[in-house]
């Protein structure tokens, strides 16, 4: 088992990550902005399916706060279920990411030369893509080690790491579909 103090150090190692991820991110979407503002073109809308996946997302995150929740409380069968349901929403989130982008990249290309330029937005949302699976190959570890017994009241550090993880991601996704609400 990780000493306290090791466990400190990887908490200071993902904050000081995140932090590097929000100034990147903020950046980034700064820049989209700008670029957006300098060539304004017609709205194609978003499609509805990215309601359901982002609603997906934070369900996922809700549940993974959750099961923190249960796991330092030593519900074991709970916390097992709620984290089951929160990678199962990970996954849900994944698969209708997949058409809704899909369907945007469609309808950005259907207006031809004269309709917005995706390019800086779809890296963006590539990138957060990125993230995600990383969040969720660390979901599944989580999940695979919680059926096996090795997280309790005491030891939670990867659930509680994670659960942060995905809370970031979260966020990330909140601002990128805000910008897709108010410029697609």
């Known amino acids: 088992m990780p000493s306290r103090r090791s466990l400190q150090q990887w908490d200071q190692g993902l904050y000081l990550m995140l932090g590097s991820l929000s100034m990147f991110f903020i950046g980034s979407v700064l820049a989209y902005l700008l670029i957006r503002s300098r060539s304004p073109s017609p ?3 978003v499609p509805l399916i990215l309601w359901f996946s982002t609603a ?4 996922g995150g809700i ?6 929740w249960l796991v330092r409380r030593e519900r074991q069968s709970d916390f097992r279920a709620t984290l089951l349901f929160a990678w199962s929403c990970g996954l849900g989130f994944c698969g209708l990411q997949t058409v809704g982008m899909t369907e945007l990249l469609s309808r950005h290309q259907a207006a031809g030369p004269n309709g917005p330029t995706p390019g800086f937005l779809f890296v963006l949302v590539f ?3 990125a993230h995600f699976l990383a969040g969720f190959g ?4 989580v999940l695979r080690r919680a059926w096996r017994g090795r997280y309790d009241h005491e030891y939670h550090a990867g ?11 979260d966020l990330v996704w909140l601002v990128m579909f805000g910008v897709f609400l108010g410029t697609a």
């Open 43 to 45: 709205r194609l809308g």
């Open 127 to 129: 990138l957060h893509l």
């Open 159 to 169: 659930v509680k790491l994670t659960a942060t993880y995905w809370l970031f991601l």
């Open 63 to 68: 549940a993974l706060q959750r099961s923190l």
């Open 138 to 141: 660390c979901l599944t570890v």
């Open 56 to 59: 997906m997302l934070l369900m």
